[in-house]
C-alpha cells in the first residue's frame, strides 16, 4: 500500500500577514476592531507585518498587556495623550497602568518579555506623514515557544494572539493564511453591515441622539439621526452607543482628525444653551470608559446647526431648529 507524503508546513524564515479591521464600503462608516488573523503560529525568526487597513480608526499592535487590561498604561495624563499608549514604545518592564515616560521609542525585534507597542497606526484618510500605516515585527531567534498576547490599546475587545511553535511544519504557508483571514474579514464586514441604527428615542422632554453604534467587535460611525427637527426650547442630548468607539459631538469645528485638542470639552459647555459658536463635547463614549458618557444642550433659537465627530471624517449631523 502507498503511503501518502506527510503534511508538511513552508521551510525557512517566513513573512506573515496581519490585518487590522478592514476598510469600509462607501457609504457605511463601518468599523471592525478585530485582527485578521486573530491568532497566528510562526517559528522564531519569522517576520510579522501588521497592516491597518480600517478608513475609519487608529488601532496599535501592544504586546506585554494582560488580557484583563489591568496593567495597561491610561490613555490620557494630566498632560493629555499618554505616549506610552499613542507613541512607539518598548520597556524590558513589564507595563503598568501608571507607564507614561517611555525608556525607548525605538523597537527592537521582539523577544516575548518586556512591553513593546507600536504606536498609533493610523487609517487611510490620514496623510502619510502623521504615521504608518503598518508596521514590521521581527521575532528573536530565541524568543521562547508559547502563546504571546497582543492587544489594540485604544478598543478593549481587540485581542490577537502569536503562538511560537517550534516545528516548521507547524506553521501554514503565509499566503493560505493571507486567504483565511480574507474570508473572515469579508464575513465580519457582513456582520457589521447588519447592525441596525438605534430608533430615535426621547428620555421626557429630552431629544436623545445615537453618536456611533455597535458590538464589541463592530462599530458603526454615524450620528442617528443625521438630521433631527426640533422646536425651539428642546433638550437634545447625545450618547454613545458603541461599546468601545468614542465619538465627539462637534460644532463649527476647527479640528483636523485625532487632533489632541477635540479630546477635550471646549465652547459651549455641555448643559447650556446653545445659539451658535464653537461648542465641542470632548471624547463622548461608553459607561464605564475613561470619556464622558453624554452631551446635551438646549437649542433656543430657530437655525439650522451642523456638527460632526471630529474623529471620524464625514460623521456628520444637523440639527432643525424652529419656532
Known sequence: MLLGACASGP???????????????????????????????????????FRNRSTEAPHTVTFGVLADRSNQPQLLTPDGE???????????????????????????????TGYW???????APVPDEAGAKEIEVELTDDIAPG??????????FM???????????????????TTEAGEARDDALADAENLEAPELERDGETQVVSAGWGDRVSAVNLFAPAQLDVKTGTDVRWVARSPYEPHTITFESTFEPEDPAS????????????????ANSGLVGAEGGPFGTSFELT?????????VCALHPGQEGVVRVTE
Open 82 to 112: 499618554n505616549p506610552a499608549a499613542f507613541g512607539p514604545c518598548y520597556s524590558e518592564d513589564n507595563a503598568t497602568p501608571e507607564l507614561a515616560r517611555c525608556p525607548s521609542t525605538e523597537l527592537p525585534a521582539f523577544g516575548g
Open 147 to 156: 502563546n504571546y498576547a497582543y492587544v489594540c490599546v485604544l478598543h478593549p
Open 299 to 307: 437649542f433656543t433659537e430657530p437655525g439650522e446647526y451642523s456638527y
Open 159 to 177: 485581542n490577537g494572539t502569536l503562538q511560537i511553535v517550534e516545528e516548521e511544519s507547524d506553521r501554514e504557508a503565509p499566503d493560505d493564511v
Open 11 to 49: 521551510s525557512g524564515a517566513q513573512t506573515y500577514a496581519v490585518d487590522l479591521d478592514a476598510p469600509s464600503p462607501e457609504g457605511t462608516k463601518l468599523q471592525v476592531s478585530a485582527y485578521f488573523p486573530g491568532s497566528l503560529k510562526a517559528n522564531a525568526g519569522d517576520t510579522i507585518v
Open 263 to 278: 479630546f477635550q470639552p471646549s465652547g459651549v459647555e455641555s448643559g447650556s444653551e446653545y445659539t451658535g459658536g464653537p
Open 117 to 123: 507597542n507600536s504606536g498609533l497606526l493610523q487609517a
